[in-house]
């Protein structure tokens, strides 16, 4: 077996517009919920992450550690369980196919005092059987969909922000 490993984040400054730091507080928090709308907003993953076409929650409870989905990539359809679940900050999903594992980390923090905020992302995928032979391929896809997830994921989480406030 072999691990293939890509950490990303990006980082959202506080609008120069806000000069007190109360309001600066608040407009990263703001965010900060927002951020997680979007992450948890599994019917809408198709927006932002490339190659998903749809995705089904297994059952109607709300989503919590242990929670399986249904992600239909177009080809195929995967399942994935949700691993930890800490609202508005973490969410790690695991999803087990045909070439191995491959879990998705996201965590979104809040720096006030830096008037910013950090979404990271990190993927790892263990790679078993023939397929790691495309080791390099796979960590290249793997980079590359990292930062495409992310810009994404910040343009959706901006949106949703300024819709609600």
Not at 132 to 155: E, P, S, T
Request: charged share 25%.
């Amino acid at each position: 077996m072999s691990i293939i490993y890509s950490s990303h984040d990006i980082r959202i400054a506080v609008p120069s517009s806000i000069e007190k730091v109360q309001d600066a507080h608040a407009w990263l928090a703001s965010m900060n919920d927002s951020g997680w709308r979007v992450l948890t907003d599994f019917r809408n993953w198709t927006n932002w992450i490339p190659g998903v076409h749809r995705v089904k929650q297994a059952n109607s409870e709300p989503p919590a550690r242990g929670t399986k989905l249904r992600v239909d990539g177009g080809r195929k359809t995967v399942s994935c369980s949700i691993d930890h679940w800490d609202p508005p900050r973490c969410l790690q999903i695991s999803i087990n196919h045909a070439s191995g594992e491959m879990a998705y980390g996201f965590l979104i923090e809040t720096y006030p005092k830096k008037a910013e905020m950090r979404i990271s992302l990190e993927l790892e995928q263990s790679l078993i059987g023939v397929s790691r032979i495309a080791a390099f391929f796979f960590r290249w896809r793997q980079q590359r969909l990292g930062r495409q997830m992310l810009a994404k994921l910040v343009d959706r989480t901006r949106s949703a922000k300024d819709l609600s406030g």
